[in-house]
C-alpha cells in the first residue's frame, strides 16, 4: 500500500452552510504535512470523510487508493487522532487500548508498546476520565500508532497541551516522518507547525488556498526585498540601478534593494568597489505569509461578523 | 523531492471478521466497572425481591366458612395432585357403583338448576339464591376410584358451556352447545373399551355425536362408574388498583334431573368424594328410573393465583416477581452501552476502528444480549432454587409445577432478558441520548408489565398491552396454564399471561428485530 492520502472534490454541505466545498489534495509519505486554517475552514470535517465517519456529497477521499471503508484492520492503515476526549472516563487507559487492539485482532502486548512509546506506561492502569488533556492528547497518539500505521492523521494535537508537551509533539511527529510515514497535522495556528511541518495545505471556506511546501510559501511571501547597510549611500543607489534593481533609499545608510537575488547585490557592490555593512534579505514569517494567504477567506474576522 | 520508501507497518494482524468485533465489544463491556456492577446488582435485586416475598412476613389467614385467624404455616393449605401433577379439587356428589371390563352407559339429562350464594347479615354466605354458576356440571363419569387425584373420564351438561367432555381434571372438549332443561334434554353416553373411553351426546337419543375420546392410560379392569354433580364455588371477585383482590363468593350447588338411565345395573351408592362445601348440599333420589342428583365442589385444576383457592400458595411467579426491576437495571446498561459511545464522540473512534458499521451493532448487541441473558439465568435460577428452599424450610405450601416447566420459566426469563437488552441497545442506537433511551426502553418493556401487574389499567386493557407491546415477552414466564373451564382472574400478578410463552417472545422478538434493523439504517446512514 502507497502510503497516502488522496482527497478529490470533496464537498459537504451541512443544512445552509457548505463546509466543503471542492476539496482537493494529495499527502506524501516521508513529510509532515500541515493542514491550516482558520476555524470553520473544514478540516475536522475533511479528515472525518477521509476516515469514512462522514459521507461526501461529493468526491472521493482515498487512503493508498482504497476507500476506508473497505479497509480490513483500518488501524494498521491509518491512525488518527480527532478528539484527545473522545474516551470512555471510566475505563483505564491501558483498557481503552486494549478494546481496540482486540478490535483489529490484535494483543495486550502491542497496547503495552504504545504506551511505552507515548510515555503513558507508569499511569496506564488509571482511569482515562482522569487525565489531564496533556496525558489524553498522548493517549490518543498511542491509539493512533497501535497498528504501525504508515498514514498518521491528527486533529489540533496541540491543543491544551504545555510548552513541554509541544516540544515532545513535534519531534514525534518528525520522526514519524522520517520513518517513512504520511503525517498529515491540522492546526489553526501556523505558529504551531512552524519548525515541525514540511509541507503546507492551506485551506480557507471549504477550498485549498495554497499547496506548497514550507520554504516556497515564505519566499513567496517575502518578495525579493534585501535591506543593505551602506556608508556609500548614492554610488551603491548608481551600481545597483545599472545592474537592474529598484532602489529605495528607506533612512541614512539604509537602502531596501528589489529585483536582485541578495548574493547578486553582494556581487555588483563587490565589483563596483562600493562598501557596505550589512546585506539582509527580508524574509516573512510564516505567520505573516499564512495571514496574507487567509485574509480573504476567515470565517468569522474579528471586528464584526460578515454574514 | 526526496524519494522515500513507503512505510510498512510492523503489525501483522491477525483476521478481520465478526469475532474480532465481539472480541472489541466484550472488552469494552467488561472494562467498565459500573456496567458490570450494574449488572450483578441487577441479578441481585431481581431474585432479592422475589426471595423476600417468600422469605419475609407472615401470612394470615382464615378459613372460608369462618374460624379462627391463623398464621405462618398453620396457614398451609395442599390440594389434591391429578395425574399431571397439577394441583386439583376433586369433589363432587357421586352416585356409583363399581364397573368392571368394557361397557357403555346412556343418560338423559331434563334439568340442570341451582343455588347461589347470598349474603346473610349474621354469618357466611350460604347458598339459598337460585341460580347457576356458569360451570355447575352434572352427567356421567367412569373413573379410577374415589381417592382423590385419581384419573377419570365424564362426559357431561355445563351450565353455561353446553355438553362437555372432560378427563384428567385439564382436558376439556366441547359438544352440544345450549343450556339443557325440558324442552331441550341432552342425551349423554360414555364407553369404556379397554384403557379407551368415548363421550358422545345426542339431542333425541338416536342421533349420537362423538364428543372426544380418550385414552387413560393403566385404567384398572374394576373402576368406579356413575352419575355425578358438581358446582364449583362462587367467585364474584374482582382485582383493584394495586394489584389486591377483592369481593367474594361463596359455595354454590347445582341439582340435576337424570332419566333413562342404563349401563347401571348394580345398587347405586350415593357419596361425597373429597369434602363437602357445606353440610347437606350432596344428595341424592331415585323415583322409578329418574335420579335427582345434587352436589357442589368441582372435578377441575385448581389454577394458582390470587383470588382463587390457592392464593395463600407459593408460586414461581411469587419467586420471579423481581424481574422488571432487574429489567429495569439491565435496560439502563444496555443502553448506555450505547449511548455512552456518543455522548464523547467515542462512537467515532469506535466506527474509524471497525468501519463495518452493522457488524459493530451485531457485536454489541451479541455481546449485551449474552450478558442480559447469563444475568436472567443466574437470577431466575437462584430465586427459584432459593425460593422453592425457603418456602419448603417454612413449611409452606408452593404450588406444583412441572420440571419442564421451571426449566423453561428460568430460560424464558434468561431469554426475557437477552432480547430486552438487544431492544434498549437498538433504542439507544436510534435516539443517542441516554436519558431518552432508558425512558423510551423502560417506557416499552417494563412499564406496560407495571400497569397489568399493579392493575392500574382494566383487565382487559392490560390484556392488550401484553399482547402488543414488548411486554408480552414476560409471557415466558407463565408457570401455570390458564384454564377455560375454571373461574379465576387470570391477571399478570398471578402469573397469567394472553399469549402462549413463544408467542410472547416472538412479539418482543420482533420489535427488537424492527428496533435493530431501524438502528442499523440510522448508523450507516447518518454521520457519526
Redesign the interface.
Known sequence: ???TIEVSGLRKRFGSAQALDGMSFTV???QVTGFVGPNGAGKSTTM?II?????ADAGTALIGGAA??T????????G?L??A????????AR??L???A?????GGR?ADEVLALTGLASVARRKAGGYSLGMRQRLGIA?AL?????VIMMDEPFNGMDPEGIVWMRGFLKSLAA????VLVSSHLMSELQDTADHLIVIGRGQVIADTSVAALIEAASGERVELRTPARTEAMTVLAHAGATVAATAPGRLTVCGLPAQKIVAVLTDGHVPFTEVAAHRASLEEAYMELTKDAVEFPAGGARR | ??V????????R????GFA??L??????FR????WVIAMIAAVVVAAGIGLLGTGAGTSTCQHAGGGPQRTGAACMITFAVGPGGEAVSDSFYFVRQPLTGDATITVRVTSLTGLLPSSSPNGPPAPTRPGLEEWAKAGIIIKQGTNQGSPYAAVMVAAGHGVRMQWNYTEDASGLPGAVGAASPRWLRLTRAGDVITGYDSADGTRWTQVATVTLPGLPSTVQAGLFTASPGDNQETQNFGGGVSGGGGPTQATAVIDRVSGLAGPLTGEYVGAATGSGIGQYRQAGGQFTVTGSGDIAPIPAGHGGPADSAATLTSYLLGTFAGLIALTVVAAMFMT?EYR???I?????????RGRTLAAKAVVIGAVAFVAGLVSATVAVVAGTAITHARGYYGFPVAGPTVVRVVLGTAALAAVSAVLALAIGSMVRRSATAVAIAIAAIVLPYFLAVAAVVPLGAADWLLRITPAAGFALQQPYPAYPQVTAIYSALSGYFPLAPAAGLAVLCGWTAVALAGAAWLLRRR??
Do not use: C, F, I
Open positions: 500500500m502507497e502510503a506524501l509519505p516521508g472525518r476516515l469514512g465517519l462522514d459521507a476506508y471503508r479497509l480490513r484492520h483500518p488501524l494498521s492503515h491509518v488518527a480527532l478528539d476526549a473522545a474516551l470512555q472516563p471510566s475505563r483505564s483498557n481503552h486494549l478494546w481496540l482486540h478490535s483489529q485482532g490484535l502491542r491509539a497501535l497498528g504501525d500505521p504508515p520513518e517513512g510515514r504520511a | 523531492m526526496t522515500m520508501t513507503p512505510y510498512r507497518s510492523g503489525q494482524p491477525g483476521p478481520d474480532q468485533s472480541h472489541a465489544e466484550w472488552t469494552k472494562t467498565v466497572r459500573g455512552a464523547r464522540n467515542l467515532r473512534v469506535t466506527l474509524a476502528a471497525s468501519p463495518r454521520d457519526a
